[in-house]
Structure formats: structure tokens, C-alpha cells
């Protein structure tokens, strides 16, 4: 098993309050490039920070990471859309950075993309691979794809409060600015990321459906953004089988839609719970409050530990956090606006 | 530890005949990118070829990848300069293909490209790095910077027969184009890079110094164009201790050569022997003649073997060659002119 991560940027990210991808709207062009170094090298090398959200609590590329310290795999990082310079090794695709969804199109080269990233995926000579992503604004995206293709399904948001209103208002702009409605891409999935998606999606649409050619196994490592890709390869007329990877904070949060879309979509839905209320470790408690979720294959790689497992899992993610010192970000008490039970979250 | 290879590119190499690293001087630009996606999946990927000598000898990264199967270490390419797509994960460090030694600048950008790869090594979270190189035409390079620094060292070669006469001459042109005398870059490594150089030495010389700055240990991996960077980091006053690993290869070649100028450069010099000459196979037949004999780090990935290992690495490698199907290019016969003992070889 292979695990490939697809790494980009949206400028889409930088709407006020989207995204906790990064702490600050000007840091977020650090969080690709800082996930994918914390992944291969266990901390940052040429990014400037470790990313983290708003409110202080640590990137899922922090719990990948210690899956990876505890059962090896190889990883490899495409540079799906980089904004910033990162030191980890990326495979080039000539991605560029999406434009804001506002704009007439969000991904110019959507085809071009996919059609390159296809040749790779078709090329990889594993036998499985489990691909996810790291882009911040990336359930936006998300959002936008689904509306297009006329998919009634809910994204998640990698707040505690997931601002659907706000994201649902940036899609029906992003249709407007593109001159599309709602539904009109059926079937052509690469217009609907042209005109309201992300390079990331291109990336991941394109190597899972080349490796599923080849018959490679795909695994969807992550929530509604996989999801949401779930749904290109299906209106791109793929048929084989598809597994979507993610994690209880996901379920918690979104359980029957993501049932519901992974069954509409003919996926198998693989939830991995990595036990952090057994610890009372701040971050991990953050996590069981609802703050980040998933991302950056999170709960793919959560579902390579078998059960007995999980327990080192947490010693080398907690042996990872006070080397990172981003304990010490947060407050004991929680954010201030605690988790609203009645809205959803997730990923970037 | 980490493995760093150096993937790069010089126009020197299209000189004819002055490497094995390419079946044909058409190919050779992708001998690089296919070595790398050997290391990393183990066979060539988007590259159009596995790499091989003019005479079907198959490219030592085959070797390397063997010692990787047996002794799983992290493997970090960087794009040192490489002139054709590669589907292998890359370290972008801006680096350009040099070259041809014969034009003014053989690396215009030696100088920039040290420092971000000093920068680079530097930020290194690893205990200790070991780094090779691929590019070919490297010996005639290697001779190049030995010749500006004053270092009467001589080079070896990955044809059988070492083309000796015409790389030094090659070397004489380059001088004279850049307008620089022999021995005139003393004390300058770069200015003998930018001038007679390649973009893998600036890179690798970079590297290793950033690292050995921060307290890493670094080992060199390779024969004489390792002892050619050796030179480099020790005319730009680095004091730190140094580590050349290399085949037996390239001992059996130019045994008193490498211990004269390990010792000259301060380096412990490492030789390790794959024990080819156990096996009945024609490839490794092929190396115990003196094709090949060193390249993408393969004295340095030997090194880590503990001997009672080194025959799982053989199993691995024969393995290796059946799946690259490369031993039918072979005729069990030998190459046509047989290696002459009077001359010497290396590497790339």
C-alpha cells in the first residue's frame, strides 16, 4: 500500500472564516506545503510553521505521521497546486494554484490535470493505494462540485461551526460567475471543477481513476471532500469499486449524510475511531470536541492499525505534539465558541 | 538515517562517448529520472526506459533499490537539474541542467544553488544523511572541479574502458572557455562549479554542508565524484568529518587513487564488496568485469548491510533484474571490448 497525498491550494481559502486550515488566512499557503513536510520528515522543514487552526489545535498530518512512525508505508506527495515552497519531495504535474470559485474558473487546466494525473495513477505499479489530500477551502470546493453535478449532499467543516450559509452563498456566486446553475454539469465532472472546484480534485479524480484501470485498489482517504471526488468519478462514468476512509470525528459530526452519500455514490464507508477519549491529552481533546476532524488522510491511515494498535498510535501522536510544542497553543478550556451540536465540520 | 540522491542533469554528457549511463546518448536524459523512480517504486514509472549502459549493463539504482528491499530506510530525490519528466517525488530547489563544460558557465547558478541547498541540509531533522548522485557524464565533471581546485586526482568511469584521454581534454576546453588556468579556483569550489562544473555537485556539496553545520553526519556515496565534492567542501573550509562509501567496484579500479585523495580530503573512506562474484548471474557477472561499478548511491546502501545481509540483497537484486526484465540485453559473452586493466572507470 501506497499512500499518495494530493497537496494544493484554492484562493477560494481565503474568504473570511471558511477554513481552519492554518492560523491566520495569510499563513494557510503554509499548511500544504507544512503537512506534506511534517509527513515526510516529522516536522517542518522549510515551512515557516507547523500548521495549526485558529484555535490552536494541531493538523491531522500530525496523527497520519504517528500511524506511519508506528506501521511504515511509503509515501508519496504530489504538488496538486502549491502556493509556497515546501522541502518534502513532490511529484510534478504542472498544477497551479485554483483561482477563488468567484471567479469565471476556478481551475483553467481542469482536463489537462486530470489527464496527466491519470497517466500516473495508471503507471503506479502497487497494488493499492490510499490517496488524500491537504487544501485548505477544500469542503468549499467540495460544495461546489456537488452543486454542479446536481448532488444534493452536506460538506463538513474543519470548525467547530461549520458555516454552511456562508459556503452555500460562495457556491451560488461561483455558478453565477462561471454561468452555469446548479445541476448543469451532470455527467461532466471536469466542468464542474473548471468552473467551481480545485486543482486537488483534478489530482485525486485523475490518479484514482487511472490506478483503478490499471486494477489498483483505491482507498478515498477522508470525508466530504473525498466524497464530493467519489461523485466526479461517478459522473465520469467509473464504475469499479471504491472504499471512502474517514474518521468517527467525521461520523459523529455527519454519520447519516456521509452513509447516505457513500451508499449513493457505491462506496464502501470505512470509519476508524483512533480511541482519544481514552486519554486526557489537550489536543486529543480537541479532536473529541469536534475541532479539525480529518484531513491529510487522517482516517485512511487510521484504518491500516488494527485495533490493538491504536494505544501506540496515540503514545507516538502525543510523543509528536510536545516535540512540535503545539500543546502549549492551546487553552484547557476550549475555543471560545464551543462545538453547535446543530452544524457540521470537517477537513480543510 | 536518509537516503538523499541528487538527480541531475549536465550537457557534457552528450560528448560521445564518455558514459555508460544511457543505452544511448538520446536516452540519457532520462537515466536520472528513471534511477529515481526505481528507488522509489521500484521500477521505471514515467520514464520511457530502465536505465542501462550502451551494452545492456543495468543501472546500479537496481542495486540500491535491492538494499532498500532488504533494509527499509526513507529515500528524498532532489531535482538537482534534471532535463526530463520524472513520475518520482522531487525536492525543488530551482536547480537548472547544467551545461556543457565547454560553453563560459557550465552552472551559472552554482553559487544560489549551494545556498539553498545549504539551506535545505540544514533543516534536516535526521540524525545522519547519506547522499549519492545520478547524472551522467558525472566522472568528466568530477575531473573538471578536481582540475580548477589543483587536485591532481584522478576519475573513474562506468564504461569499462575509462575514456581518460578525452575527458581531460574536454576538461582543458572548458578551462579555456571560462578563462580559468588549472588550479586557479583554490579556495573557490563554487566559482570551479559555475565554470567546469554540474548542478549535482553545487546541490550535494550544499546539502551535506547545511547538514554537517546543524550536527548530522554525512556520508558521501559514491566513488571519485564524490571525492570530487569532498574537494569542494573542504576548499570551501569545511572541517567537519566526512565519510566517502563506496564499491568494491571502484576499489578493484582505483584502490590506491581513492585512499590517496580519501586521505588527502579527510575523509573515511568505506568499501564494500556486494559479493557478485558468489552468483552465476549475468548481470552481476557484469559488474565483477568492471561495467558500471558505482552510481545512485549504491557503496553507500551496501554499506548499511550487515554481511550476513548482503546475500538477501543479492536474491533481491536478481529478483529486481528478472521483473525489469534487463538481463536478456545481455549476451553472457561479456561486452566487445573487455575492460583494460591499464585504464580505470566509474559511476556515471
Redesign the interface.
Known sequence: MRLILAAGTTETALVDGISAAGATPELMAHTPPGDAELL????P??SPVTPISPTGCVTPAAVTRAVREVR?F?V???DAGLAA????????LDAKPGADIRAERAVPDADGLFERAR??GA????DAITIGETIPGGTTTALGVLTALGERVGVSSSLPANPMERKRSIVRDGLQASGIEAGECENAPLAAIEAVGDPVQATVAGVAAGALETGIDVTLAGGTQQLAIAAVLRHAGVTDPLTVATTSFIAADRGEDIERAADRFDCELTVTDPGFDERDHVTMNRYCAGEVKEGVAMGGALSLVPAGELAAVRDRFATICDRLGVDEFLDEAGPESPPDPGVSSEGR
Open positions: 515526510v520528515y516529522g516536522e522543514v522549510r511504515a511509503p508519496t506527495t504530489i515552497p515546501t522541502a518534502a519531495p513532490t511529484v510534478t497517466s500516473f503507471s503506479l505499479p502497487d
